[in-house]
Nanobody, 127 residues
Framework: QVQLVESGGGLVQAGGSLRLSCAASGRTFSGYAMGWFRQAPGKEREFVAAIRWSGGSTYYADSVKGRFTISRDNAKNTVYLQMNSLKPEDTAVYYC????????????????????WGQGTQVTVSS
């Protein structure tokens, strides 16, 4: 049974920082990409960031580029999302996700490419 458990969400003022963690179990994820998505109330789930299994390549949504950093520790089966310069529009439930197969090209950005999802962690940024 594959499990992804997110942590680190909370309430922060605009301009502040948070670090999300996602601990994976039930399978080794060292050969697979990992991703972060978010969903705000009344909106569809959207891509935030992804990282190749090696950690050598990262992918970001334009809205977070330069502010968020995704990283991973394969020895700990954990992926992180460092979020700096947070804005009220970053408020959402953040989900960690992993695919059941290798990803290529634009598939990193697509919700449907990921098969396993965490329960989500709430991030609220006040103005």
């Amino acid at each position: 049974q594959v499990q992804l458990v997110e942590s680190g969400g909370g309430l922060v003022q605009a301009g502040g920082s948070l670090r999300l963690s996602c601990a994976a179990s039930g399978r080794t994820f060292s050969g697979y990409a990992m991703g972060w998505f978010r969903q705000a109330p009344g909106k569809e789930r959207e891509f935030v960031a992804a990282i190749r299994w090696s950690g050598g390549s990262t992918y970001y949504a334009d809205s977070v580029k330069g502010r968020f950093t995704i990283s991973r520790d394969n020895a700990k089966n954990t992926v992180y999302l460092q979020m700096n310069s947070l804005k009220p529009e970053d408020t959402a439930v953040y989900y960690c996700a992993a695919p059941a197969k290798p990803l290529f090209g634009l598939s990193y950005y697509r919700t449907g490419s990921y098969d396993y999802w965490g329960q989500g962690t709430q991030v609220t940024v006040s103005s």
